[in-house]
Each structure stands twice: as C-alpha cells, then as structure tokens.
C-alpha cells in the first residue's frame, strides 16, 4: 500500500459526532461496572456469592445493576460493529481492499488486550473483541439483513448458554470446613480446586492484590482472566458477537442519517420502554428476592437479553439527543470517545493504583457505594485528561500506536 493511498484520519467536523458520544457515554457506563471487579474479589463482584450490601450500598448495588450492568458494555458492542463497517466501507472505497488492514488492526488489538490483562488487571475485553473482529472479518461479507438475523441468533445462544451455566451452580459441592489464612497464591488456589468462590480462594485473592507480592497478584490476574475468557467464549462472547453484528447492520442502513432519526425514535421509545422495567424488575428480584439456583440463571439469561434491548434503546435516545443538539455534557463525551482506547486503559491504571498493594491497597476494603463514587471520580480525570490532551494532538497516544502499526508504520506522529 502507498502512502497516497493511505485514509487519513476523519476531521472532527467530518465525523458522525453521535458515535464519538455514545463511546465516551459507554466508557463511564463501563467503568462504573468495572469498579466492583477492580475492588472486590471476582466471587463478589461476578454474584457468586451473596449480595453483602445494605444501606447506601444496597443503593448503589440496585442502581448499578439495573442500570449499567450490560448496558454499556452491550453499546460498545454495537459501536464496535458499526467501526469495523464504516471503515471497511471507507477502505475499499480510497483502496479496493479492507481484510489486510482490519486484521493488522484486530492483531494489535489483541496484542494492548493481552499486555492489559497480564500487567494491570483480568477483566480486560480488548483481547476478546480482537477475536471477534477476526470473526467479523468474514462475516462482514454476507449480506447486511442476513448479518442481523445471525446477531438475533447470537443472542439467543447467549441467553441459552447463560441460563445453562447459571445451572452448574446445582453440582456445586458444599464447603464446611474452614480456609486456612496461611496458604497463599497457587497453593491456596489449588485448596480451593480453583473455585473462585470457594472459602479458601477469596482471602487469598485479597490478599495478593491488597499486599503482594507481584508474583502472587499475576498469577490470580492469570488464572481469573483464563476462567473470564472461557466463559466469553461459552455463553457472553455470543452476546458480544451478536451485538457487533447488529452494529455492522446499523451503519449499512445509514442509523444517524437525518433520515433516519424516525427509525432511531422507535428504538429509542421501544428498547427504554422494554428495556428499563425488565433490568429494573431482574435486579429487584436479585436483590430483594430469594431466587434459587434455576431461578437465578433465568434472571441471568434474561438480563442478557434485557439489556441488550435497553442498549439499543439509549443508542436511540443518544442519537436523538445528539441529532437535535442537547446531549448533555456532548462535546467532552466525544473527546473521551476519540480516545476511547487510551481512556479505557488509563481507567485500569487509575482503579489498579487505587486498589494494588504498589499503590493504596484498597482491594476489598470498599463498600458498594464507595466504588460507585470511585468510578464516578476516575471517569471524570480521565475526561479531564482526555480534553487536555485533545487541545495539543488530533489523537490520543495509543490510537496512534494502534494507527501506526495498522498502516504498518506509515503515519504521523499524534
């Protein structure tokens, strides 16, 4: 490929300004789920073991579920589908060809995924959507109604998967006897069986994040992010999947095309009015219910699906919101979302320095409420830095990297 026939990046003025928003939008949804795997033992934070919050932590657990868990990361979803159109359709439009870039781009991906979850922490998803965008490389070539059909399909092996996992909760054997403080690290994984919700592994687990050593806290990052992939790729990776083909449909249909916004009301009124009082009414029946095992893979499975509704409906509204020029907080929204990748990564290594023991030490050591406020906080320097770093450079500094080595290093610095 010459250089002339390289796509620069898209002036600001030239971007649909709708999706900027709806990445910096999603990235303040992400982090606020995240913070409870950043802060609280996988058990905890993943609902294996009991709801332990109360009072403003009963709150915050009942906001945070219904009305972020799945939703954000459902939107990026989308947005992640819609990308890899628009710019294949850009590609083969400057260049006749598209697979060779969008595969040097999803390698690389893959490559920030795996430095994040060996380095900084488990719940890394870029590694995961690398391998989906390998995936969407073929199937970005079938026909665009026959691309939504299979993400509806994708969707449905999600929700069944899910429930079907829920369901092994039935052959958990029942632990009496107490852990034992002293072991740490593999041997206290081992007398665990490698049950992250096992008596043994849980003290364990804060321990090596909260006081070390690094060896330690690497290989409880290694382990949980092996257990996390497996099941990405068993029942949430068909979610993921499934949204980022809908994603890909969207953008052939031209969504935030003025002509389009009837369509993106009707996805807004009917994904909110669907959406919201089914996460609402699961997350109740969660917190304030007494669901046994079979009951709460089917409050998972349909939260999966719930939530994909209501995602699709903010996407709506948001469209809307940006189309008529009153989203609010819309211009820093879509500098956070020009930097999506950089500020996602910077959110890891804000929350693991508050966390580490090189850094406070407050793994498992805050509440609900404390988390939410946390996020809440680490979103809005990230923002912050963000804005100040658009006022010096068109690109946030790994968006470079990543730029740079897609076009095999013909590019200019940031």
Same mark, same amino acid.
């Given at each position: 490929?010459?250089?002339?026939?390289?796509?620069?990046? =898209?002036?600001v003025a030239e971007?649909?300004?709708?999706?900027?928003?709806?990445?910096?939008?999603?990235?303040?949804?992400?982090?606020?789920?995240?913070?409870?795997?950043?802060?609280?033992? =996988?058990?905890?934070?993943?609902?294996?073991?009991?709801?332990?919050?109360?009072?403003?932590?009963?709150?915050?657990?009942?906001?945070?579920?219904?009305?972020?868990?799945?939703?954000?990361?459902?939107?990026?979803?989308?947005?992640?589908?819609?990308?890899?159109?628009?710019?294949?359709?850009?590609?083969?439009?400057?260049?006749?060809?598209?697979?060779?870039?969008?595969?040097?781009?999803? %390698?690389?991906?893959?490559?920030? $995924?795996?430095?994040?979850?060996?380095?900084?922490?488990? $719940?890394?998803?870029?590694?995961?959507?690398? =391998?989906?965008?390998?995936?969407?490389?073929?199937?970005?070539?079938?026909?665009?109604?026959?691309?939504?059909?299979?993400?509806?399909?994708?969707?449905?092996?999600?929700?069944?998967?899910?429930?079907?996992?829920?369901? %092994?909760? =039935?052959?958990?054997?029942?632990?009496?006897?107490?852990?034992?403080?002293?072991?740490?690290?593999?041997?206290?994984?081992?007398?665990?069986?490698? #049950?992250?919700?096992?008596?043994?592994w849980i003290p364990?687990?804060?321990?090596?994040?909260?006081?070390?050593?690094?060896? /330690?806290?690497?290989?409880?990052?290694?382990?949980?992010?092996?257990?996390?992939?497996?099941?990405?790729?068993?029942?949430? $990776?068909?979610?993921?999947?499934?949204?980022?083909?809908?994603?890909?449909?969207?953008?052939?249909?031209?969504?935030? #095309?003025? /002509?389009?916004?009837?369509? %993106?009301?009707?996805?807004?009124?009917? $994904?909110?009015?669907?959406? +919201?009082?089914?996460?609402?009414?699961?997350?109740?029946?969660?917190?304030?219910?007494?669901?046994?095992?079979?009951?709460?893979?089917?409050?998972?499975?349909?939260?999966?699906?719930?939530?994909?509704?209501?995602?699709i409906g903010l996407?709506?509204?948001?469209?809307?919101?940006?189309?008529?020029?009153?989203?609010?907080?819309?211009?820093?929204?879509?500098?956070?979302?020009?930097?999506? +990748?950089?500020?996602?990564?910077?959110?890891?290594?804000?929350?693991?320095?508050?966390?580490?023991?090189?850094?406070?030490?407050?793994?498992?050591? +805050?509440?609900?409420?404390?988390?939410?406020?946390?996020?809440?906080?680490?979103?809005?320097?990230?923002?912050?830095?963000?804005? +100040?770093?658009?006022?010096?450079?068109?690109?946030?500094?790994?968006?470079?990297?990543?730029?740079?080595?897609?076009?095999?290093?013909?590019?200019?610095?940031?």
């Amino acid at each position: 490929m010459t250089q002339h026939a390289i796509p620069s990046p =898209l002036p600001v003025a030239e971007r649909i300004s709708a999706i900027d928003v709806l990445r910096g939008f999603s990235l303040f949804g992400i982090v606020v789920v995240n913070a409870w795997f950043f802060g609280l033992p =996988l058990a905890t934070g993943s609902g294996q073991t009991a709801v332990r919050a109360d009072g403003a932590d009963a709150v915050a657990w009942f906001v945070v579920t219904g009305f972020f868990s799945f939703k954000f990361i459902s939107i990026f979803s989308v947005l992640f589908g819609f990308g890899i159109a628009m710019q294949r359709a850009r590609l083969l439009e400057r260049t006749g060809r598209a697979a060779g870039f969008l595969a040097r781009r999803m %390698l690389i991906l893959a490559v920030f $995924g795996l430095l994040h979850a060996g380095l900084l922490w488990y $719940g890394d998803i870029l590694f995961q959507y690398a =391998l989906v965008g390998m995936i969407m490389i073929l199937l970005i070539q079938v026909p665009t109604t026959v691309r939504l059909w299979l993400g509806v399909a994708c969707l449905a092996v999600s929700m069944t998967g899910i429930f079907l996992f829920g369901l %092994l909760a =039935l052959f958990a054997p029942t632990v009496t006897d107490a852990p034992d403080l002293t072991l740490r690290g593999l041997e206290a994984m081992q007398a665990a069986n490698f #049950d992250p919700a096992h008596p043994q592994w849980i003290p364990a687990e804060i321990a090596a994040y909260r006081e070390g050593p690094w060896t /330690d806290a690497f290989l409880f990052r290694s382990v949980t992010w092996g257990f996390a992939s497996v099941i990405f790729f068993l029942n949430y $990776g068909w979610h993921v999947l499934g949204l980022v083909l809908v994603g890909s449909y969207f953008h052939d249909i031209g969504l935030f #095309d003025p /002509d389009r916004r009837p369509l %993106l009301g009707r996805l807004a009124i009917w $994904g909110v009015a669907i959406g +919201l009082p089914l996460e609402l009414t699961l997350a109740g029946l969660l917190q304030f219910g007494e669901p046994g095992v079979v009951q709460k893979a089917a409050i998972s499975a349909g939260h999966d699906i719930a939530s994909a509704v209501l995602a699709i409906g903010l996407i709506g509204v948001v469209g809307l919101a940006c189309a008529a020029q009153r989203m609010p907080g819309a211009k820093t929204l879509a500098t956070v979302g020009r930097m999506s +990748l950089s500020a996602y990564l910077f959110e890891s290594v804000c929350f693991v320095a508050l966390m580490s023991f090189w850094g406070l030490a407050q793994f498992g050591r +805050l509440g609900e409420m404390e988390l939410l406020l946390a996020a809440i906080l680490v979103y809005c320097g990230v923002a912050a830095a963000c804005v +100040l770093w658009s006022r010096r450079f068109r690109m946030g500094p790994l968006e470079w990297l990543w730029r740079t080595g897609s076009y095999l290093g013909v590019t200019r610095t940031p």
